[in-house]
């Protein structure tokens, strides 16, 4: 019985470990799709985090208005507070991205 027992704990080591490795496949993977989501587009990335709580036309007066990244950092930075799930990356991205935006990012905007 002793052993029974003794092989059982190492079955679950065994697994546990199994777990333990894949846990460590899918963080690799994870870290590697990250760098893929840096890289979207400015368009695509102010649409996903900031039209997902309001419309992503909040940022539209502060764009016509030519805010700067002084400004924009500040939003970025509240927008966290209220809960906005975005890497320092993103977040940087994100103020550059308003700051300077290009035709895709004013698309997200109506013509006045
Ligand atoms: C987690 C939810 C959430 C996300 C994501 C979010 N916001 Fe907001 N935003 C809010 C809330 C809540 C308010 C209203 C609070 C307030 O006015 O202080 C707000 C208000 C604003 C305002 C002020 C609007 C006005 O007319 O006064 C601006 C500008 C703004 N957000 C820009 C952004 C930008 C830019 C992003 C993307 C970087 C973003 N938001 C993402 C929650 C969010």
């Known amino acids: 019985m002793r052993n029974m027992k ?14 333990f490795l894949a846990g460590m ?8 799709a990250a760098p893929a989501q840096a890289s979207e587009e ?13 419309f992503v036309t ?7 208005k030519g805010k700067g990244a002084m400004s924009w950092s500040g ?7 209220e809960g906005m799930a975005a890497t320092e990356q993103e977040q940087e991205k994100i103020v550059r991205c308003l700051a300077e935006p290009d035709a ?5 905007c109506p013509v006045k």
């Open 6 to 19: 003794a092989t059982t704990a190492q079955t679950a080591k065994m697994a546990r470990n199994m777990f």
């Open 25 to 32: 496949a899918a963080a690799a993977a994870l870290l590697q």
């Open 42 to 54: 400015c368009h695509e990335l102010v649409r996903n985090k900031c039209g997902s709580c309001h």
């Open 58 to 64: 909040y940022v539209c007066p502060r764009i016509a």
């Open 75 to 81: 939003v970025v930075k509240d927008m966290v507070k």
């Open 104 to 108: 895709k990012v004013k698309a997200l």
